[in-house]
């Protein structure tokens, strides 16, 4: 009974379950397994051919393209991954990915057939599964106009700020977060060069805009 106590409170946080209600949460928490997970752990999406569904309660997630090994996205708390099998019977994008942990954490999984089944006893939960999917939808699109209409160091500049501000804990009057990226993830994840990347952390940091060493980044208040 522990451990199911422990994943609700593990779960109630996250907007995917708000409406479901504790009993019906507490029986989602049956189908659950947490696990702790440590940086440079690989995160597999399949288990004995069954694809998994990941929650991340703690700790920071890069998705990557297993073929070009691109960092795709990066996850925190109350962010869900391998979703996308639950829209697509065959082969889904998550077969080409990889989750690899960046920030020790704790995460839980469900197998997608169990998930499923919950999507189809609770409909709260689908809509909001839905919404989730439509917010990932919207960043993709901005994420294409960003390309379209802004240069290369203003979409770096931009990443970087909203980086420090999604990532980072205030200290002192400074906001603070851990760098977890390398110049070749942001490059990734701007569509820009690893060089391009160097060039405007150096001229950001000439300009006091932030400063950053190997272990973190940061912007005053």
Same mark, same amino acid.
């Given at each position: 009974?522990?451990?199911?106590?422990?994943?609700?409170?593990?779960?109630k946080d996250f907007n995917l379950?708000?409406?479901?209600?504790?009993?019906?949460?507490?029986?989602?928490?049956?189908?659950?397994?947490?696990?702790?997970?440590?940086?440079?752990?690989?995160?597999?999406?399949?288990?004995?051919?069954?694809?998994?569904?990941?929650?991340?309660?703690?700790?920071?997630?890069?998705?990557?393209?297993?073929?070009?090994?691109?960092?795709?996205?990066?996850?925190?708390?109350?962010?869900?991954?391998?979703?996308? =099998?639950?829209?697509?019977?065959?082969?889904?994008?998550?077969?080409?990915?990889?989750?690899?942990?960046?920030?020790?954490?704790?995460?839980?999984?469900?197998?997608? =057939?169990?998930?499923?089944?919950?999507?189809?006893?609770?409909?709260?939960? &689908?809509?909001?599964?839905?919404?989730?999917?439509?917010? &990932?939808?919207?960043?993709?699109?901005?994420?294409?106009?960003?390309?379209?209409?802004?240069?290369?160091? /203003?979409?770096?500049?931009?990443?970087?700020?909203?980086?420090?501000?999604?990532?980072?804990?205030?200290?002192?009057?400074?906001?603070? =977060?851990?760098?977890?990226?390398?110049?070749?993830?942001?490059?990734?994840? /701007?569509? /820009?060069?690893?060089?391009?990347?160097?060039?405007?952390?150096?001229?950001?940091?000439?300009?006091? /805009?932030?400063?950053?060493? =190997?272990?973190?980044?940061?912007?005053?208040?």
């Amino acid at each position: 009974m522990v451990k199911h106590v422990t994943k609700f409170w593990f779960l109630k946080d996250f907007n995917l379950f708000k409406k479901m209600g504790k009993k019906n949460l507490m029986d989602m928490c049956h189908l659950l397994e947490m696990i702790n997970v440590r940086k440079g752990e690989t995160l597999s999406f399949n288990r004995e051919d069954k694809k998994l569904v990941y929650f991340v309660k703690s700790g920071v997630v890069k998705i990557i393209n297993k073929k070009t090994k691109h960092t795709l996205s990066i996850l925190k708390m109350g962010n869900i991954f391998g979703e996308l =099998a639950l829209f697509e019977d065959q082969q889904t994008t998550s077969d080409e990915e990889q989750a690899i942990v960046l920030e020790d954490g704790v995460v839980c999984l469900i197998e997608t =057939a169990q998930m499923k089944m919950m999507l189809e006893k609770y409909s709260s939960l &689908k809509n909001q599964l839905l919404k989730i999917q439509g917010l &990932k939808i919207r960043r993709l699109q901005r994420s294409l106009e960003d390309l379209l209409y802004k240069d290369s160091t /203003t979409r770096i500049q931009e990443f970087i700020l909203n980086y420090i501000h999604e990532f980072g804990k205030e200290k002192n009057g400074v906001l603070i =977060a851990k760098n977890l990226l390398s110049h070749q993830d942001i490059a990734n994840l /701007t569509n /820009t060069s690893r060089q391009t990347v160097s060039n405007v952390l150096s001229k950001l940091r000439k300009q006091e /805009t932030i400063d950053y060493n =190997a272990k973190e980044i940061m912007i005053p208040i």
